[in-house]
């Protein structure tokens, strides 16, 4: 079958294609949590005294009691029988981005002979997969193989169901033989202990006594492509790339804006549905759901979580939306911009931290310049955005985001707060020596007595801002769809920790020397504003003035790709910060910088050989074909007396010439090898590889729009966005 026969028969197969129906509804309460071994579980199934001390670990984050893990395991074990599971996994997640599990039976086999059903706490606790088959960086060797896994008790073990059976899911940290974490939950749970222990120590100098754990907390908003299998699985691109190699622009993109939270198709629906019931079964609280802005996109949003949670529910929210999207026909992509020239997608995680004492830390209340509190925790996030801005931009980097950061759906790679007008001059105020007052909320008369009058907040939202408040969190909105969130929540815990601990230690020397905590406060918060106050801005992020006076004016870093952004992780700020903090050793840090480093080039290095491989194989054929077939009809119909214009079997000629001269150049400079460095590859791969891509890219997609129809070897923007 021609690649344009098997784009007719997808097109058929589709447009023929019912929605999958969905199974009657159950209620909230009937699927919620229902596949989590969760504390209400462990409280039916545990002794008292057992289910105390685990509730502790969990909730406050004392230390197991390790003479509990038998009775936990066995309890986990017959729960999960009597859910139908015959496996347990230990369930990880290695610094790719994605999520690894290392599956184990329940069996064993006792001296007679006998199979028997266990899980020891000793095997709960510990695993041991390969160590040095992963990506880390040069701590391990390919000869050194040990590698352990450590049951993380703060995240609920849970089943996963499959055609085959049910497997009990154990969230896991994954560490080296010598001691390093060569993964992404390591380093978040130092980072938790860290906040809290310096979020602790300023709450006490505000004069609060009893203190409950201070944790962060994590809402992401999840935004994907869906495109049917049946197209999906006709582009090599989209099946090893994730996104679009080619593809000329249709003629309606998202100019009308008339998908964005419109109507959602009723197929899509179908996998809305069944995807939030999956998600509910696993207690992931999938809250919002909508049609995004570019046709075919859409998001998924849960309520807020704990950090630690909400990073381990967001690696199985992406696994979900590939898995039901597979059985619906679709394939979801992740990747932040399959297509050219409409919105990627980005995965805006909301932070905010708080305690069950003192309540979310970065709420400003009514009356936000009374808040002392408020604004020191507020303060200490604009001295960090300012200090370890290139810090940020590093842990959104990756080959996939580069294309989205910048855009004018996503924020620039310039590292800024915004506040909003009321916050932003409060901090004026400070900044100035004094406080007065804050602008109050108002309230919008419509004009139709039937209508409520509706509050008008005392601050508006800032679109292209990469880190904006937004009344009582903030959102980092440059992360990267297809990336875990663990990386952005380390890198803001760590930075929130260092600067409240500075904040606390000149707190406590301006009280020393006899000042009130709120003279104290604003004298402290003014220092902050002095040094740091460059880093909050509340304009246009796209614009070209942003750019060059946050750069030339205010010192702040334009770090556009990758390549700019990632070695900023070997800089000795970044190393200082994550040493002083515990978060991370000099050598982990050293195997992130090579492990990222690696990926962005080897994604780079597939992609430049994908482009090459289909221009030669799908796209230069079918111009050859198509020209054939053009300059054999004009010359038979010269021979009957009829004089056509061959202008577009030139310009066929033409853009084919220019595509395998383009090809030719790619191959070449694809196959360079020698460099000095990692970072002079990256650089040669951002500078050099990538506009050597697009340039045979430019040709195709004009070849696109010159070859018939019946001609084209591969699904086209038009069939894959808009054929639901």
């Given at each position: 079958?021609?690649?344009?026969?098997?784009?007719?028969?997808?097109?058929?197969?589709?447009?023929?294609?019912?929605?999958?129906?969905?199974?009657?509804?159950?209620?909230?309460?009937?699927?919620?949590?229902?596949?989590?071994?969760?504390?209400?579980?462990?409280?039916?199934?545990?002794?008292?005294?057992?289910?105390?001390?685990?509730?502790?670990?969990?909730?406050?984050?004392?230390?197991?009691?390790?003479?509990?893990?038998?009775?936990?395991?066995?309890?986990?074990?017959?729960?999960?029988?009597?859910?139908?599971?015959?496996?347990?996994?230990?369930?990880?997640?290695?610094?790719?981005?994605?999520?690894?599990?290392?599956?184990?039976?329940?069996?064993?086999?006792?001296?007679?002979?006998?199979?028997?059903?266990?899980?020891?706490?000793?095997?709960?606790?510990?695993?041991?997969?390969?160590?040095?088959?992963?990506?880390?960086?040069?701590?391990?060797?390919?000869?050194?193989?040990?590698?352990?896994?450590?049951?993380?008790?703060?995240?609920?073990?849970?089943?996963?169901?499959?055609?085959?059976?049910?497997?009990?899911?154990?969230?896991?940290?994954?560490?080296?033989?010598?001691?390093?974490?060569?993964?992404?939950?390591?380093?978040?749970?130092?980072?938790?202990?860290?906040?809290?222990?310096?979020?602790?120590?300023?709450?006490?100098?505000?004069?609060?006594?009893?203190?409950?754990?201070?944790?962060?907390?994590?809402?992401?908003?999840?935004?994907?492509?869906?495109?049917?299998?049946?197209?999906?699985?006709?582009?090599?691109?989209?099946?090893?790339?994730?996104?679009?190699?080619?593809?000329?622009?249709?003629?309606?993109?998202?100019?009308?804006?008339?998908?964005?939270?419109?109507?959602?198709?009723?197929?899509?629906?179908?996998?809305?549905?069944?995807?939030?019931?999956?998600?509910?079964?696993?207690?992931?609280?999938?809250?919002?759901?909508?049609?995004?802005?570019?046709?075919?996109?859409?998001?998924?949003?849960?309520?807020?979580?704990?950090?630690?949670?909400?990073?381990?529910?967001?690696?199985?929210?992406?696994?979900?939306?590939?898995?039901?999207?597979?059985?619906?026909?679709?394939?979801?992509?992740?990747?932040?911009?399959?297509?050219?020239?409409?919105?990627?997608?980005?995965?805006?995680?909301?932070?905010?931290?708080?305690?069950?004492?003192?309540?979310?830390?970065?709420?400003?209340?009514?009356?936000?310049?009374?808040?002392?509190?408020?604004?020191?925790?507020?303060?200490?996030?604009?001295?960090?955005?300012?200090?370890?801005?290139?810090?940020?931009?590093?842990?959104?980097?990756?080959?996939?985001?580069?294309?989205?950061?910048?855009?004018?759906?996503?924020?620039?790679?310039?590292?800024?707060?915004?506040?909003?007008?009321?916050?932003?001059?409060?901090?004026?105020?400070?900044?100035?020596?004094?406080?007065?007052?804050?602008?109050?909320?108002?309230?919008?008369?419509?004009?139709?007595?039937?209508?409520?009058?509706?509050t008008k907040d005392a601050?508006?939202?800032?679109?292209?801002?990469?880190?904006?408040?937004?009344?009582?969190?903030?959102?980092?909105?440059?992360?990267?769809?297809?990336?875990?969130?663990?990386?952005?929540?380390?890198?803001?815990?760590?930075?929130?920790?260092?600067?409240?601990?500075?904040?606390?230690?000149?707190?406590?020397?301006?009280?020393?020397?006899?000042?009130?905590?709120?003279?104290?406060?604003?004298?402290?918060?003014?220092?902050?504003?002095?040094?740091?106050?460059?880093?909050?801005?509340?304009?246009?992020?796209?614009?070209?003035?942003?750019?060059?006076?946050?750069?030339?004016?205010?010192?702040?870093?334009?770090?556009?790709?990758?390549?700019?952004?990632?070695?900023?992780?070997?800089?000795?700020?970044?190393?200082?910060?994550?040493?002083?903090?515990?978060?991370?050793?000099?050598?982990?840090?050293?195997?992130?910088?090579?492990?990222?480093?690696?990926?962005?080039?080897?994604?780079?290095?597939?992609?430049?050989?994908?482009?090459?491989?289909?221009?030669?194989?799908?796209?230069?054929?079918a111009a050859i074909q198509?020209?054939?077939?053009?300059?054999?009809?004009?010359?038979?119909?010269?021979?009957?007396?009829?004089?056509?214009?061959?202008?577009?079997?030139?310009?066929?000629?033409?853009?084919?010439?220019?595509?395998m001269a383009s090809v030719?150049?790619?191959?070449?400079?694809?196959?360079?090898?020698?460099?000095?460095?990692?970072?002079?590859?990256?650089?040669?791969?951002?500078?050099?590889?990538?506009?050597?891509?697009?340039?045979?890219?430019?040709?195709?997609?004009?070849?696109?729009?010159?070859?018939?129809?019946?001609?084209?070897?591969?699904?086209?923007?038009?069939?894959?966005?808009?054929?639901?």
């Amino acid at each position: 079958m021609s690649g344009n026969e098997s784009r007719l028969q997808a097109i058929y197969e589709i447009t023929n294609r019912e929605p999958m129906p969905s199974a009657a509804p159950a209620s909230l309460e009937d699927l919620w949590a229902t596949d989590v071994f969760n504390l209400a579980k462990m409280q039916e199934r545990l002794p008292k005294t057992v289910f105390k001390s685990v509730k502790k670990t969990i909730q406050s984050g004392a230390a197991l009691d390790p003479s509990v893990a038998d009775t936990v395991a066995t309890a986990m074990k017959d729960w999960a029988l009597s859910k139908g599971a015959k496996y347990y996994a230990h369930v990880f997640y290695p610094m790719t981005n994605a999520t690894a599990e290392k599956h184990d039976g329940f069996i064993s086999v006792d001296s007679d002979g006998v199979a028997i059903s266990e899980l020891s706490g000793k095997l709960l606790v510990q695993g041991e997969p390969d160590g040095s088959s992963f990506p880390n960086g040069g701590i391990r060797g390919t000869f050194e193989a040990r590698g352990y896994t450590g049951w993380d008790p703060t995240s609920p073990v849970y089943i996963v169901d499959t055609a085959n059976g049910a497997t009990l899911c154990i969230p896991t940290v994954f560490l080296s033989w010598t001691g390093e974490a060569l993964d992404k939950k390591v380093p978040l749970l130092r980072s938790i202990e860290a906040m809290n222990k310096s979020a602790s120590k300023l709450l006490s100098l505000l004069g609060h006594a009893d203190i409950a754990p201070v944790n962060s907390s994590c809402g992401a908003e999840q935004e994907y492509f869906l495109v049917d299998s049946n197209f999906a699985n006709s582009r090599p691109d989209l099946l090893l790339a994730g996104r679009t190699l080619f593809g000329k622009a249709p003629a309606k993109g998202q100019q009308f804006d008339d998908h964005y939270f419109g109507a959602i198709p009723e197929r899509v629906q179908c996998f809305m549905h069944d995807l939030e019931e999956r998600l509910y079964r696993l207690g992931i609280p999938a809250k919002t759901k909508h049609n995004e802005v570019a046709p075919g996109q859409f998001e998924v949003a849960p309520i807020f979580e704990s950090a630690n949670v909400a990073s381990d529910h967001q690696q199985m929210m992406m696994t979900l939306l590939r898995k039901v999207a597979q059985k619906h026909g679709f394939m979801c992509l992740l990747h932040e911009k399959p297509f050219a020239g409409i919105n990627g997608s980005g995965k805006h995680v909301n932070w905010s931290v708080g305690n069950a004492t003192q309540g979310n830390l970065l709420d400003p209340g009514d009356t936000p310049h009374d808040n002392t509190q408020f604004l020191l925790f507020c303060g200490a996030v604009i001295r960090g955005v300012h200090k370890y801005g290139p810090l940020m931009r590093s842990v959104i980097a990756t080959a996939s985001n580069d294309h989205r950061l910048g855009a004018n759906e996503a924020p620039p790679a310039i590292m800024s707060v915004y506040l909003g007008s009321q916050l932003e001059d409060v901090f004026e105020q400070i900044k100035a020596g004094s406080l007065t007052g804050s602008q109050e909320k108002g309230v919008m008369d419509l004009g139709v007595t039937i209508l409520p009058n509706l509050t008008k907040d005392a601050g508006d939202r800032n679109r292209t801002s990469p880190f904006a408040f937004t009344g009582n969190r903030f959102e980092f909105r440059a992360v990267g769809s297809s990336q875990s969130v663990s990386g952005p929540l380390i890198a803001l815990n760590t930075m929130l920790a260092e600067s409240l601990d500075w904040i606390a230690n000149r707190l406590e020397a301006e009280m020393s020397g006899g000042k009130e905590v709120s003279a104290a406060a604003l004298s402290v918060l003014k220092e902050v504003m002095d040094e740091h106050g460059n880093a909050i801005f509340g304009g246009d992020g796209y614009s070209e003035e942003w750019h060059k006076m946050a750069v030339e004016e205010r010192g702040l870093l334009n770090l556009p790709t990758t390549a700019d952004a990632l070695p900023h992780l070997q800089s000795e700020p970044i190393k200082d910060l994550f040493s002083k903090i515990g978060v991370l050793s000099e050598k982990e840090l050293e195997s992130r910088y090579e492990v990222y480093s690696e990926q962005y080039i080897l994604a780079i290095d597939v992609e430049a050989k994908l482009v090459a491989e289909m221009a030669k194989t799908k796209i230069y054929p079918a111009a050859i074909q198509y020209l054939a077939e053009l300059s054999s009809t004009i010359a038979n119909l010269k021979e009957v007396g009829v004089e056509l214009d061959n202008s577009q079997a030139q310009t066929v000629a033409g853009f084919t010439q220019s595509l395998m001269a383009s090809v030719k150049k790619l191959s070449e400079a694809a196959a360079k090898e020698d460099f000095g460095s990692v970072a002079e590859h990256m650089q040669y791969c951002a500078k050099t590889i990538r506009p050597l891509m697009d340039e045979v890219r430019e040709s195709a997609d004009a070849l696109e729009g010159e070859i018939a129809d019946e001609y084209w070897p591969l699904p086209t923007y038009q069939e894959m966005l808009f054929i639901k």
